[in-house]
């Protein structure tokens, strides 16, 4: 497998309360839903128009289906889903069982709930399955959060949106569809040219669907610069 497509969008967190009061209560926090179907068809289309045979693999982000994913060897994996802060004030009492384990991927249980993974677990999981990934592609606006757990749990590339910007629909469907053609179609463009010229596309595009800047706000998180 080329690329692992994986989604989340649970649109509700649940968590127990921290106060004493209502020790047995669950509250919950709502998520923003993220139109993963959409992202997913744009990248297939571009896949399909560069006329080369991708391997690709989609779907829903659990602890089981990544594990699965990765003893697939994908080179590429592609994460449309949130990531929370690791504190009572987000996901309760469970962030004393997470305690100094790094900031929270929120992945999707059989049920359709959350399901916490933390940076550590993240890390753990990846070394456990002798992963040969080299990038993860998070494209959802405020996604640098998102981005930063995965690095920290030991990917080498990471592009991913400034944690204070949004991005508009148009400009997420042109960079996508621009960086995964360069990937795949260029054979000799690197993980880095590919981001480069993602960028450019966008910024030429300025205008006719894209705003201006909007190319300024992706970001590649690289351990290895000009690779």
Sequence with gaps: VHLALMFSSPLLL?????????SNEKKSQSLMKIDYMRE??????????TR????YYKVC???DNLTS???????????????VKNSAKTI????????????????EDKNGC??????RMLKDILKQCKNEIELVFVSSCHSEFVGDIFFNAGIDHVVCIQESETISDDASIVFGRAFYQALYQLNNYSICDAFKAAKETVKLQGGSGCSAGEHNKYILKSRHKGK
């Design 14 to 22: 649940f968590f127990e309360n921290n106060s004493q009061k209502d």
């Design 40 to 49: 997913f068809r744009e990248i297939e289309s571009a896949l399909e128009e």
């Design 52 to 55: 080369t045979r991708i391997n």
């Design 61 to 63: 982000a659990s602890i």
């Design 69 to 83: 994913v990765l003893l697939r060897n994908p080179k590429v994996l592609h994460f449309s889903g949130h990531g």
């Design 92 to 107: 309760g009492s469970a962030a004393a069982l997470k305690m100094g384990e790094g900031d929270i991927l929120v992945f």
């Design 114 to 119: 959350a399901e916490l993974v933390s940076e």
